[in-house]
Nanobody, 127 residues
Framework: QVQLVESGGGLVQAGGSLRLSCAASGRTFSRSAVGWFRQAPGKEREIVAAISWRGDITYYADSVKGRFTISRDNAKNTVYLQMNSLKFEDTAVYYC????????????????????WGQGTQVTVSS
């Protein structure tokens, strides 16, 4: 079973930056697509970004495109989410998730296709 642990969340003022990390264990992780999702109070969970197992294909939600960057270092079993120009609307609990390690060329965009999840890390942006 793949285990994921998020870190790097915290309180930041609007316009600031945070870097989230997702540390993974499990033999198949290097062939797993990874997604970052977030959920704000009273709102449904939504995808933020995703990256293929090779790291060569990425996806970003329109709301974060140009501000967030997803990357991975398979040698370290870690995926990152660099968040710049943060807005109050980015406030949420952020989760990383791994797919079924089928070696898909493109990362899935639906949360239903990610069976392994971390516990989440809180990101709070003050206005």
């Amino acid at each position: 079973q793949v285990q994921l642990v998020e870190s790097g969340g915290g309180l930041v003022q609007a316009g600031g930056s945070l870097r989230l990390s997702c540390a993974a264990s499990g033999r198949t992780f290097s062939r797993s697509a990874v997604g970052w999702f977030r959920q704000a109070p009273g709102k449904e969970r939504e995808i933020v970004a995703a990256i293929s197992w090779r790291g060569d294909i990425t996806y970003y939600a329109d709301s974060v495109k140009g501000r967030f960057t997803i990357s991975r270092d398979n040698a370290k079993n870690t995926v990152y989410l660099q968040m710049n120009s943060l807005k109050f609307e980015d406030t949420a609990v952020y989760y990383c998730a791994a797919d079924r390690a089928w070696g898909l060329a493109s990362p899935p965009r639906s949360s239903r296709e990610y069976p392994y999840w971390g516990q989440g890390t809180q990101v709070t942006v003050s206005s």
